[in-house]
């Protein structure tokens, strides 16, 4: 049984930092490519950031040089370290995992930027 499970959502203050953990269990993590998405309330899933499974990264527009996105093999983890934020950024944060066809989702962890 596959599962992603995030973690480290919240309320921080604009300009504030937040990481975002993903825990995977259930495939052999190493190979898949790991990506996080997020939803603002009415509108489309959107993309955020990807790590490869040789490491390689890609970012949204919106969040480069602001995100970074890091995985480690050994603990079956990625990271989404979240800094400079701002209200745009407050969305539900989603952990996907995608290899060969084979595509998995978290629950997902709120991330709200408040005042």
């Known amino acids: 049984q596959v599962q992603l499970v995030e973690s480290g959502g919240g309320l921080v203050q604009p300009g504030g930092s937040l990481r975002l953990s993903c825990a995977a269990s259930g495939i052999i993590f190493s190979i898949y490519t790991m990506g996080w998405y997020r939803q603002a309330p009415g509108k489309q899933r959107d993309f955020v950031a990807r790590?490869?499974?040789?490491?390689?990264?890609n970012y949204a527009d919106s969040v480069k040089g602001r995100f970074t996105i890091s995985r480690d093999n050994a603990k079956n983890t990625v990271y989404l370290q979240m800094n400079s934020l701002t209200p745009e950024d407050t969305a539900v944060y989603y952990c996907?995992?995608?290899?060969?066809?084979?595509?998995?989702w978290g629950q997902g962890t709120q991330v709200t930027v408040s005042s």
């Open positions: 996907r995992a995608n290899w060969a066809g084979q595509n998995y």
């Open positions: 790590t490869t499974s040789s490491g390689s990264t």
